[in-house]
């Protein structure tokens, strides 16, 4: 569609300060846009559901850049964010999330009706989360995440984001994934008897 653009709309700046993060293997169906606008809800199988991950407040946005030859352009959209400190629930997370195909949501700071979307059905994201304490003179503990998806238009989300019923259980099975690969890396270091 082309349309003139004589009236910017929602120019403040920045993301909010949560972000929606659900592995694609949870979903019983993602919703597909119409062009860029995704209108119906996301449908999880029933003990599934979104994430919620408190990101820091002012960190937090949402990009998008082409590249590529003239006239063969793509796009690459992510949604990035800061999580602050440094706790076993947080690593054991961030760890079980690199490498799977996600779907990942974050409103607009500004506008409650503008939520977007990175990942879908044919090109999921990916998260890339990097770690650092800072120092104790400046900077700050925690990991700057990265997630991102090529080939694929940044989607404006305007469904029901669905929180996972028991995120108590899903972080868990995550960290028991977590502590199960960590016990397999001791017994190939480990000659055990």
């Known amino acids: 569609m082309f349309k003139n653009l004589l009236y910017p709309k929602n120019i403040s700046s920045g993301t909010g300060e949560v972000i929606y993060i659900a ?9 597909k846009p119409d ?26 946005s949402a990009s998008g850049k082409s590249s590529g030859e003239l006239g063969l352009n793509n796009n ?9 400190g440094s706790y076993l629930e947080q690593h054991s997370l961030l760890r079980n999330l690199l490498n799977k195909p996600l779907v990942v949501i974050v409103p607009d700071a500004n506008d409650s009706t503008v939520f977007y979307q990175v990942g879908n059905e044919d090109t999921p994201a990916y998260i890339k989360p990097d770690f650092s304490t800072g120092t104790s003179k400046d900077g700050a503990k925690g990991y700057s995440i990265d997630t991102s998806s090529s080939n694929s238009a940044l989607a404006l989300y305007r469904g029901t984001i669905s929180i996972s019923p028991d995120e ?20 190939d270091t480990i000659d055990v008897e």
């Open 76 to 84: 690459q959209y992510s949604i990035q964010g800061f999580i602050a």
């Open 168 to 187: 108590v259980s899903l972080l868990l099975a995550l960290m028991i994934d977590d502590l199960d690969y960590l016990i397999n890396e001791l017994e």
């Open 35 to 60: 062009g860029m606008l995704i209108t119906s809800s996301h449908s999880f199988y029933s003990d599934k559901g979104f994430l919620q991950v408190k990101a820091t407040p002012q960190k937090n």
């Open 23 to 31: 592995l694609q293997s949870w979903f019983a169906s993602i919703a």
